[in-house]
């Protein structure tokens, strides 16, 4: 079965160091999205992205962040000068076309530990 | 904006047992779909269970159901026959019916423990 992969699964990097998270999705699907969890918290959305643009962002997505498919198959999401309430779970989303396939299957996480 | 409500933080029940989870959201959306997600400790997000809002019949699958409640709007997860390895944070989810991709909103979840 088709699924949703990170890269990588746990990554520590110092306060103010820029970081990029990697994804692939799900082959045929066409709208890829960011959230992030942090721990003991509820999962927040950050980013949609469909036909190489951003689709929709929340008040979180700041100039700190910046997405992009950089060929085929990648969907990578940087944080520039992280900070440490950056300290997260990322995840990572692909879903088809909406009304056709809308569910959203994500990737196991990348855990984000900012030092 | 929507917001999605999950007013229980931790439930436990026997195995074998049921167990229902409550969700209620608020929106003024007339289109929506909601969906809930399974977390167990790996922190994987695990679709569960899916109900358009323009269907009436409550969606099932094998040992979890759901209670759509539109006018109420309210959408809990039955979980049949409970098994340890149900054991996981739920999370109820929101999203508008849209032509492009649209963003989940989540509830706080509710941690499940199944006991032996």
């Known amino acids: 079965e088709p699924e949703v992969t990170q890269t990588p699964s746990h990554q520590v990097t110092q306060m103010g160091q820029e970081v990029i998270l990697r994804c692939v999705p799900i082959?045929?699907?066409?709208?890829f999205y960011w959230y992030r969890q942090i721990l003991g918290q509820k999962v927040e959305f950050l980013v949609s992205?469909?036909?190489?643009?951003?689709?929709?962002k929340s008040e979180i997505f700041d100039d700190q962040f910046s997405v992009e498919r950089p060929d085929g198959s990648n969907f990578t999401l940087k944080i520039r000068s992280t900070k440490l309430e950056d300290s997260a779970m990322y995840f990572c989303?692909?879903?088809?076309?909406?009304?056709?396939?809308?569910?959203?299957?994500f990737g196991p996480g990348t855990r984000l530990t900012v030092t | 904006a929507q917001t999605v409500t999950q007013s229980q933080p931790e439930m436990s029940v026997q195995e074998a047992e049921t167990v229902t989870l409550s969700c209620t959201y608020d929106?003024?959306?007339?289109?929506?779909?909601l969906f809930w997600y399974k977390q167990p400790p790996s922190r994987q997000m695990i679709l569960v269970i899916r109900?358009?809002?323009?269907?009436?019949q409550n969606a099932t699958e094998n040992r979890f159901s759901v209670n759509f409640q539109k006018a109420a709007k309210s959408f809990s997860l039955k979980i049949s026959d409970s098994q340890l390895g149900d054991t996981a944070m739920y999370f109820c989810?929101?999203?508008?019916?849209?032509?492009?991709?649209?963003?989940?909103?989540f509830g706080e979840g509710t941690q499940l423990t199944v006991n032996p």
């Open positions: 989303a692909s879903s088809g076309l909406a009304g056709l396939s809308y569910e959203q299957y």
């Open positions: 082959s045929n699907h066409l709208y």
């Open positions: 992205f469909y036909n190489n643009e951003i689709s929709e």
């Open positions: 929106t003024s959306e007339n289109n929506y779909y």
């Open positions: 109900q358009e809002a323009y269907k009436q």
């Open positions: 989810a929101f999203m508008k019916q849209r032509t492009s991709g649209s963003r989940l909103t």
